[in-house]
């Protein structure tokens, strides 16, 4: 029997530009200098078949209708779920930039039921731990680059973080499957320690699980 311990699945969340690639990179690079196996992950992975319709489409390329390009995005992170599984049972951590969170959050901003954006991620692998990247849509439409992509405007922001808080409300503070707040509008190094304490606290924690849970399935 392979004496293995899984790895951790860490999803990063928030508003565009509220720093949560540079954010994921700076993770990675701590948990190497630690020792620890990590794998960086992002969604949507602009890479596969898949990704390059979502890429057309958030650089207004393309025009696809709200629902279909809800379920490319739901499908595009259903293509990665062996890798994360694999990569987990294999004992290395994951640092996922985006998830299912943002699956729903940016599509209920637009309209669409929020039951009905959660459906199609129902059961995807569960993260161990989601820091949310809390930030005002104000501030985040200062820093560099903001408005060149499709969701980059700021009343939807506005309904994208309420409904983030909304996801997160619902998950525990504490444990297995936690949601964290983390304040993004502090500096960079500020906020890279708040995510270490917090990933800290859950490597140590998710090693005496088995297998990784699965999402809103109750
Ligand atoms: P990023 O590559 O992290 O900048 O994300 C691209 C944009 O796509 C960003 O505005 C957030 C949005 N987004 C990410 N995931 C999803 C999703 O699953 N559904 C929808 N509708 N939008 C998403």
Known sequence: MSTVQRGAFIVIEGLDRSGKSTQAALLQSRLQNANVSVKL??????????????DAYLRSQSDVD??????L?????WEAVSSIE???AAGTTIICDRYAFSGVA???AKGLPLAWCRSPDVSLPA?????????????????GGYGEERYEKEELQRRVRNIFHQLGDELPKDGAGRWAVID?????NTVSES?????AITIHDCTKQDSVGKLWQS
Do not use: C, Q, Y
């Open 106 to 108: 940016f599509s209920a």
């Open 66 to 71: 709200d629902r279909t390009i809800h379920l």
């Open 73 to 77: 995005f739901s499908a595009n992170r």
């Open 86 to 88: 694999s990569t987990l």
């Open 195 to 199: 995510l270490w304490h917090e990933v």
């Open 184 to 188: 993004a509008g502090r500096d960079l």
């Open 127 to 143: 993260p161990d731990l989601t820091l949310f990247l809390d930030i005002s849509p104000d501030i985040a439409k200062s820093r």
């Open 41 to 54: 992950m992002k969604f949507p992975d602009r890479t596969t078949p898949v990704g390059k319709m979502i």
